[in-house]
């Protein structure tokens, strides 16, 4: 089970067997007695631990534990996850160790698109999307003042890795059908944002670019947008071909695919040189041919 960092809202369910046969289910609990430690720490015990059965008629012996006390789920600010191990005893209980998983904010929703975001190279007037999280909850963040986002980009060229924008305010966009325009942005639903970015982050260099977002007064958790440029710069058909890259180490004439008509259409495709004067037409050939003799006459 993963629970949330700052969240005392949860609970845990347990099985509570008699500590005597360690097989009968229990259906109540008395003196209830509850320790816990987070991340390997000591061991602490809960102040008022709250335990109750789920259904003692449709499922005798099942309770669960109320995870309401602070300490139980607070994380140190570098801290991804941890460990919360729970211990429980009761007099008519054998004892119940239970483990669960404290998530992080960070770990759980920071970044607000694919980390595999691909963008072809050279392009211009490039819309990104995605989700924003709340700081403290981390829930999808509703209705952000967009004056109070800023953005700022990172691009990589293969050789080195330059700052291309620094920390930059955006404006709010009138309309999500508004046209492109650099480092604006606008809420399109449910905490997913659209995001103009500046045309610079996939220029035909651009290998990659790391794109993040803040809130100025620290109400979402940082975001970041990984884009990879695709290798087909955008004024290309799809194939790049250097100059002078067909060379005859590379061309065989006498494995290369033969043209044919098809090929050529309309178009009429003949070599010079030998091999038959292949560039004559009919009526050269018929021209060199011995005239005719002439028959015999017969008169009247």
């Known amino acids: 089970m993963r629970i949330q960092a700052d969240d005392i809202l949860r609970t845990k369910n347990f099985i509570a067997v008699d500590n005597t046969d360690f097989v009968s289910r229990e259906t109540s609990l ?19 631990p709250t335990v109750a059965a789920i259904d003692a008629t449709n499922m005798p012996g099942v309770f669960k534990l109320a995870i309401d006390e602070a ?5 140190g600010a570098s801290v991804v996850s941890a460990e919360l191990v729970i211990h429980i005893t009761a007099d008519e209980m054998a004892p119940v160790t239970i483990s669960i998983v404290v998530v992080g904010v960070v770990e759980a929703n920071t970044t607000v698109a694919p980390h595999n975001l691909f963008i ?21 963040y509703l209705n952000a003042t967009i004056a109070n986002l800023e953005m700022k980009i990172y691009t990589n060229d293969t050789s080195e890795i330059s700052q291309l924008q620094d920390w930059t305010a955006l404006t709010a966009l009138a309309m999500i059908t508004t046209a492109w325009t650099e480092n604006y942005a606008i809420e399109l639903d449910s905490g997913v944002y659209r995001f103009d970015i500046p045309d610079g982050s996939v220029d035909v260099a651009t290998q990659a670019a790391e794109i993040l977002i803040r809130e100025t007064s620290g109400l979402i958790k940082e975001a970041r947008i990984t884009i990879q440029t695709d290798p087909v710069p955008a004024d290309s058909n799809g194939v790049i071909l250097t100059d002078n890259a067909i060379t005859a180490a590379k061309f065989d004439e006498s494995t290369a695919f033969p043209i044919k008509s098809a090929d050529t259409g309309a178009t009429q495709i003949a070599r010079t040189g030998a091999d038959g004067d292949t560039l004559e037409t009919l009526s050269d050939e018929v021209a060199a041919l011995p005239a005719a003799a002439e028959g015999p006459q017969i008169n009247d």
């Open 30 to 48: 008395t003196n209830v007695v509850v320790y816990y430690s987070l991340d390997g720490g000591a061991a602490t015990i809960m102040t008022t």
């Open 120 to 140: 072809k190279k050279g392009t211009t007037s490039n819309i990104i999307t995605g989700r924003l999280f709340d700081a403290t909850t981390g829930e999808p």
């Open 71 to 75: 300490g139980m789920v607070t994380l």
